[in-house]
């Protein structure tokens, strides 16, 4: 498909949603009020939009490979940043995603470059629940119990962020959520790994984790 295709495929786009709602470009311009901020995977497969059925303008949206939430990512802290000082999000969902490419590379450890040093961190996570790891049945369901250890993961390193943390401070209401999509089915999974306060960071994080290893015992 060429760059042409991709401009009709817009131009038909566009026409539709104007034919469903005339003014819906004109109230985009003026501002962008969406109560969510989704932190996803970049994999092509896991369109945050279309998953959870919201239009432009209704989600913000961070993206980087394994989803990852890292204290020394600017970029992805901007965005956290915006969206909870600016946006006034309600609700912060990190959306991992079965056989994710970067999990699995970081589970075998497959010599991929530069690429290594971005998910070292999910290497770690890897050795520190081997055991966990090494009792699936297959290849496959190791690399979907890491890719929900790393959502869970996730969403306490951000919750520990000195950003959601001052917004709890100031008492504002704000929700970080764990979800893995799955490519076979198209479903949105929730892991139980929701916190909405400081005193629920730790409890919390662990009740999800200690679900989710009494799930395959």
Same mark, same amino acid.
């Given at each position: 498909?060429?760059?042409?295709?991709?401009?009709?495929?817009?131009?038909?786009?566009?026409?539709?949603?104007?034919?469903?709602?005339?003014?819906?470009?004109?109230?985009?311009?003026?501002?962008?009020?969406?109560?969510?901020?989704?932190?996803?995977?970049?994999?092509?497969?896991?369109?945050?939009?279309?998953?959870?059925?919201?239009?432009?303008?209704?989600?913000?949206?961070?993206?980087?490979?394994?989803?990852?939430?890292?204290?020394?990512?600017?970029?992805?802290?901007?965005?956290?940043?915006?969206?909870?000082?600016?946006?006034?999000?309600?609700?912060?969902?990190?959306?991992? $995603?079965?056989?994710?490419? @970067?999990?699995?590379?970081?589970?075998?450890?497959?010599?991929? /470059? !530069?690429? +290594?040093?971005? =998910? &070292?961190?999910?290497?770690?996570?890897?050795?520190?629940?081997?055991?966990?790891?090494?009792?699936?049945?297959?290849?496959?369901?190791?690399?979907?119990?890491?890719?929900?250890?790393?959502?869970?993961?996730?969403?306490?390193?951000?919750?520990?962020?000195?950003?959601?943390? $001052?917004?709890?401070?100031? @008492?504002?209401?704000?929700?970080?959520?764990?979800?893995?999509? /799955? !490519?076979? +089915?198209?479903? =949105? &999974?929730?892991?139980?790994?929701?916190?909405?306060?400081?005193?629920?960071?730790?409890?919390?994080?662990?009740?999800?984790?200690?679900?989710?290893?009494?799930?395959?015992?």
């Amino acid at each position: 498909m060429g760059l042409e295709e991709l401009f009709e495929n817009n131009r038909k786009w566009a026409d539709n949603v104007r034919a469903e709602d005339p003014h819906f470009f004109e109230s985009l311009v003026h501002q962008q009020a969406p109560r969510y901020l989704w932190i996803g995977c970049s994999d092509s497969r896991v369109p945050a939009n279309e998953i959870i059925g919201l239009k432009p303008g209704e989600v913000f949206v961070h993206r980087n490979v394994a989803n990852l939430v890292m204290h020394t990512d600017f970029n992805c802290l901007s965005v956290v940043q915006y969206a909870v000082e600016v946006l006034h999000v309600e609700d912060i969902l990190i959306t991992g $995603h079965y056989g994710c490419g @970067g999990v699995q590379a970081a589970l075998v450890q497959r010599d991929m /470059g !530069l690429i +290594d040093n971005w =998910l &070292h961190s999910v290497s770690v996570l890897a050795k520190k629940h081997r055991a966990f790891l090494e009792a699936a049945p297959s290849v496959t369901d190791q690399l979907d119990r890491l890719c929900e250890l790393n959502v869970i993961e996730q969403v306490r390193i951000l919750c520990e962020n000195a950003l959601i943390r $001052h917004a709890w401070l100031r @008492g504002q209401r704000l929700s970080v959520h764990g979800c893995i999509y /799955g !490519l076979r +089915d198209g479903r =949105l &999974h929730d892991l139980g790994a929701t916190i909405s306060s400081l005193d629920e960071i730790e409890p919390h994080s662990e009740r999800a984790l200690h679900a989710l290893i009494e799930r395959f015992e």
